[in-house]
């Protein structure tokens, strides 16, 4: 965002102020302070004019400038009303160079998960993409999955959702043994070398303010079960937990066990290998699934499509 206009909003946030005396503050002129304030109503803040100065109303905007505001992560927001795929445009973000940019958007109209299947992301959920440039090595890269699959569960939790994570990259809503209700996924990308990661691109869905009937079977949303939420702050404390936990990766895997749904539940893996089914019992400091087979043996899996089954 604009620094001025942040020290607008700064300024406005503490009480009404005139134009005079942000004029005086900022070290601007007064029609400078107007222009100002004409684009942050653009922008869907809502300040309102009044004897005393200008009053800036709750914020209920949802876009770029209010996402930034008061955002405690080094993140720069770009806002659609409308995109394909967040995770195409951040990839073009990627390439381009970009780092620390979050693509966000009210609607996906190509959305896809793992294995290019599609991704139904309609108006009032929670679409976003992640761009970022860590120094570790390839083999780590999970963990950024992992990073962003335990600050998605935590930011639902605030929201009033008991979510639990599903190995690798699904949130989800448990429920009586091995049934449970999607309510996020993620979808990373990366571009590298043998030694190095030059970008990741961290794919973050969330089924928010969306009623249930406009989802796939077996998917429910914050709205179902909870209520809607202000997505304005939900994306800042998402971002926020996420910016947490990718400069600490040491403590990602030891948070993810606690919100595991995954452990302890007999699983079945569809791998490029072969079908590992037994029981979860753990993951690895790499965040490899850890499954005790039926014949006793201990696999440890790296990728794969992770299914909860009925206990023997």
């Not at 009586?176 to 209700?181: D, H, I, P």
């Not at 971002?239 to 079945?268: H, K, M, N």
Request: glycine letters at 10%; aromatic letters at 6%; a negative charge.
């Amino acid at each position: 965002m604009n620094e001025t206009r942040h020290a607008i909003l700064e300024e406005l946030a503490d009480g009404p102020a005139s134009g005079p005396e942000l004029a005086d503050s900022l070290e601007i002129s007064r029609a400078a302070i107007w222009k100002h304030v004409e684009a942050l109503r653009e922008a869907g803040f809502e300040i309102e004019s009044e004897p005393t100065g200008y009053r800036l109303e709750e914020i209920a905007a949802y876009s770029g400038p209010a996402v930034e505001f008061r955002l405690e992560a080094p993140f720069e927001i770009e806002y659609h009303d409308a995109v394909g795929s967040t995770n195409d445009r951040a990839r073009e973000r990627a390439t381009a160079g970009d780092e620390d940019v979050v693509v966000l958007a009210d609607e996906q109209t190509g959305g896809r998960g793992r294995l290019e299947r599609a991704w139904a992301a309609p108006s009032g959920g929670v679409w976003a993409s992640v761009v970022t440039r860590p120094s570790i090595a390839p083999a780590q890269a999970p963990l950024y999955t992992l990073a962003a699959a335990v600050a998605t569960a935590r930011a639902v939790r605030e929201a009033g959702v008991d979510a639990g994570i599903k190995w690798p990259n699904d949130v989800i809503l448990p429920g009586v043994g091995n049934e449970y209700r999607k309510l996020a996924g993620i979808l990373t990308e990366m571009e590298g070398e043998t030694d190095r990661v030059s970008w990741l691109v961290v794919g973050i869905g969330v089924n928010a303010n969306v009623d249930a009937a406009d989802l796939p079977e077996g998917a429910t949303s914050i709205r179902a079960e909870a209520g809607d939420i202000d997505r304005r702050r939900f994306v800042q404390r998402l971002l926020e937990e996420f910016d947490r936990y990718r400069t600490d990766l040491e403590a990602v895997v030891p948070v993810w066990r606690e919100l595991a749904a995954t452990i302890g539940q007999r699983v079945s893996v569809d791998r490029p290998g072969g079908e590992v089914v037994g029981e979860a019992v753990d993951v690895t400091e790499s965040g490899a699934l850890v499954v005790e087979t039926d014949d006793g043996e201990r696999a440890s899996v790296t990728a794969g499509d992770c299914e909860h089954l009925r206990p023997v």
